[in-house]
Nanobody, 124 residues
Framework: QVQLVESGGGFMQAGGSLRLSCAAS????????MGWFRQAPGKEREFVAS????????NYADSVKGRFAISTDNAKKTVYLQMNSLKPEDTAIYYCAARVVPRFSTQVSEFDYWGQGTQVTVSS
């Protein structure tokens, strides 16, 4: 099993920045792709960004491209999501996820492990 614990969410005004962290523990050697998803009230969970543990192949949703940056610290088994130029529509619960299969995906169903989520609220 793999445990994922997110932190760093909070309240921010539009235009501000936040950095989310996701600490992975357990059988992390099984996981290849790390991702961030988000779910706004009344909406389905959606892909935000993904990356390999080695830091390669960063992939972003069009809605966050140029504003968000995903990165990893493989030694600490921690994944980060730097969120800049935040907009009210970025308000959501942000989830960290891990995928065992070594192939990028944007699909919720194709990620194997999930964190409990951290709330991000952006005011206008």
């Amino acid at each position: 099993q793999v445990q994922l614990v997110e932190s760093g969410g909070g309240f921010m005004q539009a235009g501000g920045s936040l950095r989310l962290s996701c600490a992975a523990s357990g059988r992390t050697f099984n996981t290849i792709i790390m991702g961030w998803f988000r779910q706004a009230p009344g909406k389905e969970r959606e892909f935000v960004a993904s990356i390999t543990w080695s830091g390669g192949g960063a992939n972003y949703a069009d809605s966050v491209k140029g504003r968000f940056a995903i990165s990893t610290d493989n030694a600490k088994k921690t994944v980060y999501l730097q969120m800049n130029s935040l907009k009210p529509e970025d308000t959501a619960i942000y989830y960290c996820a891990a995928r065992v299969v070594p192939r990028f995906s944007t699909q919720v169903s194709e990620f194997d492990y999930w964190g409990q989520g951290t709330q991000v609220t952006v005011s206008s």
